[in-house]
Structure formats: structure tokens, C-alpha cells
């Protein structure tokens, strides 16, 4: 009987000393049979699109003069990144029906996912000539001026566009995202409002206004709108991203985490939410976590928000200081040159038609190696100042470079 209490002491022993082990086995297990259920639901989606793409380029084959069968081919190439011949699509599409808006403001986006901005440019343009109420085109063009740093052409367009179309909350999003490139914060929350009465549980201008808030150094509304949003409208995505960002931004980074885990839960691979996630690890002092959230950021856009530097700074933190020291490097070398872009582009906020600056960007563009901007940039001085003869040798070598041809239309711009 003595012999049998004491074999089951030493059971009861052994089965408590093994508590912490067990529960790390069943954790491990768990997270094994996560990641299997992900890489399956991956490899249905993959199958899936792979079978779509499969079935729309039969229907191209069957039915060559289907302007929608080209239409969703091209959408369905751009969605897995083969811009070429999603373009090609678009072109073909619009061979069969070139007066239509909606098919050159579709090329145009696809250039502009490609870099060819100077192409979309041009696209957008002809689609706002056919239709000026065409939308897809209006936000386009104005997103792209955005992009360019041309904030006032933006604004002028996004106002026309909104006088047409008084209704159409993207144009108040789209307008108020110009207001704050051009630090009008307080015009920026004004149009917002205004959308907001328009569409009161809209996410597109509930995340805008919060930004807005965010960027009036008031967080603390910036998160009630965010809060009341996520109440409306469940895990939006885009809302927690936001949160997310100004919780880190006001150091609570344990509640920036749970918001990244639930992002990452539903999209393992949003580099957005792994950037933020590696800001909160940072600051909680977890430097290991940080660069294993930042380095599938890095690889896939090492130009995001400052990462490089970020990556770089963990490295030297645990020791890795040759790592540490060439990022750093790299990253200081990339933002002197991004610098001067940034600075012309500053500038051209209070002198947008000053033909010297356009110039000096066109050249700066050109220096770099980005062939589109250049090309834009050279054809607005030329449209400014029609003999500058700088700017048309500029805009040849730009054009000769990218492998364009050279259009009749490249002194002046039609729009």
C-alpha cells in the first residue's frame, strides 16, 4: 500500500512539474495547426485565382471583339501583379471602344500600379476630355497630381469634380487628403464633416477625419471617432491600421499590438500592420520581435516610413553592428537624395506654375534614374515655356531613355 502512494506521488509530482511544458506542447500544436489552416485557405485562394485567370483567358481566345472579356482579364492579370500584359488587355479593350471614359481611367490605374505615370497621365486626361464627370478618372488624375506634389492642380480638379458631383463623398476624402499635403488642416476637417453628414458610417472618411485629427495633435479624438467607427462597423482593416498608428504614436504600444494581432489574423502578410507591430515591439523594448516584424516590410518596400533606419538602429541594438552600420548608411544616403525631391515638391506647393522649379524637379527625376516623373516634369516646363530649350533636350533624353516615342502633343499639355 506504501509502495503504491508513493508511485502515485511521484505521478501527481510529475504531472505537475510538466504543467508549463504541456501547456507550451498544446500552444506549439495550436499554433502549428494555425498556420496549416492559413497556408490551406492560401492555397484555395491561389487555386482559385488561378482558375479564374485560366477561365477569362479562354474567354479572350473564344470571344477576341468582348470588350468585357478583356476587361476582366486585365483586372485579373493586374490583381497578380502581370501589369505588362494587363496593359495589353487595355489596350485592346480600348481599340474596340476608344470613346469610352471608364476603359482609359482602367489602363490609367494599371500604369500607375506599373510606374508608368507619365502613360496614366496622359490616359487620365483623355478619359476626363471623353467624360469630365467620369470619376474613377477625376480621382485618379488627382491622386497622381498628389503623388507628383502638385497639390493646387489637385485641389482645382477636385473642386471642378465636386461642383458636378456635390454627393460623391470619395471627391470630399480626396479633396481633404489634398488640403492636408498642403498642411490645411483646418479645410481638411471642414470637407471631411461635410462628407461625414453625407455618409455618416462611411470608413473612408471616418479613417480620414482621424488622421486629420491626428495630424492637429488632437489623438484623443483622432481615437473616439476610430472607436465609434470599429463600434459601427466591426474589424475594419484600414480603422484598426489608424488606431493602431496613433497608439503608438502616443506610446501605449500594448494596445497598438492587439489591434496589428487582429489585423494580422485576418491578413498575415499587411505590411502596414507588421510596421506598426515592430513599432510597439521597439517600444517595449523587444528588439528581436521588432526586426522580425520589420523584415518582411523591408524586403517587400524598403522605402516605407523610415524602415531601413529602423531596421538598421535594431540591428546596432542587439549587437549586430555591422548590419546595423550598412543600413544606417544606406538609409541616410536614400533620404539626402529623397530630400531634395521633397524640398522641390514643398516648394512647387506655393509656386506651381514657376517653370525653374518644374525644371529643377524634371532634372532631379532624371538624375535619379524615375523616367516617368522626368518625362512629366520636362513636358509641364515645355507646356509653362514653350522654348525652353533645356527642357525639350531634357524631354527628348527622358523619353529616349524610357522608350517612349515622342508625340507631337510632348511641348504642351491638352488638359
Wanted: charged share 20%; aromatic share 6%; glycine share 4%.
Amino acid at each position: 500500500m506504501r509502495l503504491l502512494l508513493a508511485l502515485l506521488a511521484v505521478v501527481v509530482l510529475v504531472g505537475v512539474v510538466t504543467i508549463p511544458w504541456q501547456i507550451r506542447i498544446r500552444r506549439q500544436i495550436a499554433n502549428l495547426q494555425k498556420q496549416e489552416r492559413q497556408w490551406q485557405a492560401l492555397q484555395a485562394a491561389h487555386q482559385r485565382a488561378v482558375s479564374a485567370l485560366q477561365q477569362a483567358a479562354e474567354a479572350v481566345q473564344l470571344q477576341p471583339n468582348d470588350l468585357a472579356a478583356h476587361a476582366r482579364y486585365a483586372t485579373l492579370l493586374a490583381q497578380q501583379g502581370r501589369f505588362a500584359e494587363a496593359e495589353a488587355q487595355w489596350r485592346l479593350a480600348i481599340q474596340l471602344a476608344p470613346k469610352d471614359a471608364d476603359l482609359h481611367a482602367a489602363y490609367a490605374d494599371c500604369l500607375k500600379k506599373d510606374k508608368h505615370e507619365d502613360i496614366a497621365l496622359q490616359e487620365y486626361e483623355k478619359a476626363l476630355r471623353i467624360d469630365p464627370d467620369d470619376l474613377s478618372a477625376g480621382l485618379g488624375l488627382a491622386m497622381l497630381y498628389l503623388d507628383l506634389g502638385w497639390s493646387r492642380d489637385a485641389i482645382a480638379l477636385l473642386k471642378k469634380q465636386l461642383h458636378r458631383q456635390p454627393d460623391t463623398t470619395q471627391l470630399y476624402v480626396a479633396l481633404a487628403i489634398a488640403y492636408s499635403q498642403s498642411l490645411r488642416l483646418t479645410d481638411a476637417q471642414q470637407v471631411l464633416l461635410k462628407a461625414r453628414q453625407l455618409a455618416p458610417n462611411d470608413p473612408t472618411v471616418l479613417g480620414a477625419l482621424a488622421e486629420v485629427y491626428w495630424l492637429s495633435d488632437k489623438p484623443q479624438k483622432a481615437l473616439a471617432i476610430l472607436n465609434k467607427a470599429l463600434s459601427l462597423l466591426g474589424n475594419s482593416i484600414p480603422l484598426l491600421l489608424e488606431r493602431a498608428k496613433i497608439y503608438n504614436g502616443i506610446g501605449q504600444p500594448n494596445l497598438a499590438l492587439q489591434d496589428t494581432e487582429t489585423v494580422l489574423q485576418q491578413d498575415p502578410h499587411n505590411l502596414e500592420a507588421l510596421f506598426q507591430k515592430g513599432k510597439a515591439l521597439q517600444t517595449k523594448g523587444d528588439m528581436r520581435g521588432a526586426v522580425e516584424a520589420w523584415l518582411p516590410v523591408y524586403d517587400a518596400d524598403p522605402n516605407r516610413d523610415n524602415v531601413e533606419l529602423l531596421l538598421g538602429r535594431a540591428y546596432m541594438a542587439l549587437g549586430q553592428r555591422a548590419s546595423g552600420l550598412k543600413l544606417i548608411q544606406r538609409s541616410r544616403q536614400a533620404h539626402r537624395e529623397a530630400s531634395i525631391g521633397q524640398s522641390l515638391c514643398m516648394q512647387l506647393v506655393n509656386a506651381p506654375h514657376s517653370a525653374p522649379l518644374h525644371l529643377r524637379l524634371a532634372q532631379y527625376y532624371l538624375h535619379i534614374g524615375n523616367l516617368p516623373r522626368a518625362i512629366i516634369e520636362f513636358r509641364e516646363v515645355c507646356r509653362l515655356d514653350p522654348q525652353n530649350r533645356v527642357a525639350k533636350k531634357g524631354l527628348a533624353m527622358a523619353l529616349q531613355r524610357a522608350g517612349r516615342p515622342s508625340l507631337p502633343s510632348d511641348a504642351a499639355s491638352s488638359f
